[in-house]
């Protein structure tokens, strides 16, 4: 008889997307040019111009690319992610970049596993970068990420923007998507199209090319358009936060806010927390 593991099982039932599939379907596109625009994120961020002898972990790791702008930032580098299929994608970006690097670990673990994050240690900087909101437990998951940050440690995290009813109306065409063959089809029918002729009136009534458009999303971390849609589409589980909840929770826990960049719309809230002395 087949025994699946949880997170198979998630899969099965519908409650969770296959993001390990979708990173490994990106890191195809890889090339130098979006590495840079992720190092240039870390750098943007964190206010740095290299992380040098820097601990870096990146919690829910996925493709692997913000490991990978770490360690060619100087710093030593734990990745880590729930899904092995994420974990295989990161392990790709390492052997290709730097095969037998004692200063990378790579590990299939939980944000959720408090046994498991705590045999990992303490940080200079600990990145999750749109994860926490997709662990099924959002604030658990927060909670339980911040011991990993050492004295003045800083916390990178993206979480998606509360947007009341739209997002509960966004979790119900999730909910549908993972449920099936046929609410794949069906949904990934109708909202590629719609971002597609989206994409294609935006531009235009901006006069300007929809190729270029796509060009210039690179520079945004390095992601790539189509990726970022099915990511958006399918993502669950999915919860959401708005930003005052996050920098209070953040606050009460010992933090303060070292930058901040709201969304207004679908998609991620940005923030650095300091931890303080
Ligand atoms: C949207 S992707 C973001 C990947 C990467 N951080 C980035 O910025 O490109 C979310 C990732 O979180 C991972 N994830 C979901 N639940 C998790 C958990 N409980 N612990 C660790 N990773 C988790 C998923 O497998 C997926 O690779």
């Not at 040098?52 to 990146?58: A, C, M, V």
């Not at 730097?98 to 045999?119: C, H, P, V």
């Not at 509960?168 to 597609?196: R, T």
């Not at 999303?217 to 099915?230: L, Q």
């Amino acid at each position: 008889m087949n025994s699946f593991t949880e997170h198979e099982l998630d899969i099965l039932n519908g409650d969770r997307f296959q993001f390990g599939k979708n990173w490994l379907s990106f890191i195809k596109t890889l090339n130098n040019e979006r590495i840079a625009n992720a190092e240039k994120s870390l750098i943007e961020f964190l206010k740095t111009d290299n992380l040098t002898s820097k601990k870096f972990i990146d919690v829910g790791s996925g493709s692997g690319l913000f490991s990978l702008a770490a360690r060619n930032l100087g710093a030593s580098v734990v990745s880590f992610d729930y899904d092995n299929s994420s974990v295989e994608s990161t392990q790709i970006l390492k052997d290709k970049y730097y095969r037998d690097d004692e200063n990378w670990l790579i590990m299939q673990g939980s944000a959720l596993d408090n046994e498991f994050l705590k045999t990992l240690g303490e940080f200079d900087i600990v990145y999750s970068w749109g994860v926490l909101h997709h662990t099924g437990s959002m604030w658990q998951a927060i909670e339980n990420v911040l011991p990993l940050a050492n004295s003045k440690g800083k916390i990178f995290i993206a979480l998606y923007n509360d947007q009341g009813p739209t997002s509960a109306k966004w979790l119900k065409v999730k909910k549908m998507y993972n449920s099936g063959v046929i609410g794949k089809l069906f949904i990934g029918s109708i909202f590629y199209s719609y971002f597609f002729i989206n994409l294609l009136f935006y531009t235009l009534k901006k006069g300007k090319s929809p190729f270029k458009y796509l060009s210039y999303y690179k520079k945004n971390r390095g992601m790539s358009v189509f990726h970022d849609w099915r990511d958006w589409i399918g993502g669950l589980p999915f919860e959401v936060a708005s930003n005052e909840k996050v920098i209070d929770f953040f606050v009460n826990n010992g933090f303060y806010l070292l930058k901040i960049r709201t969304n207004n719309g679908l998609g991620c809230n940005q923030y650095v927390f300091e931890k303080k002395l």
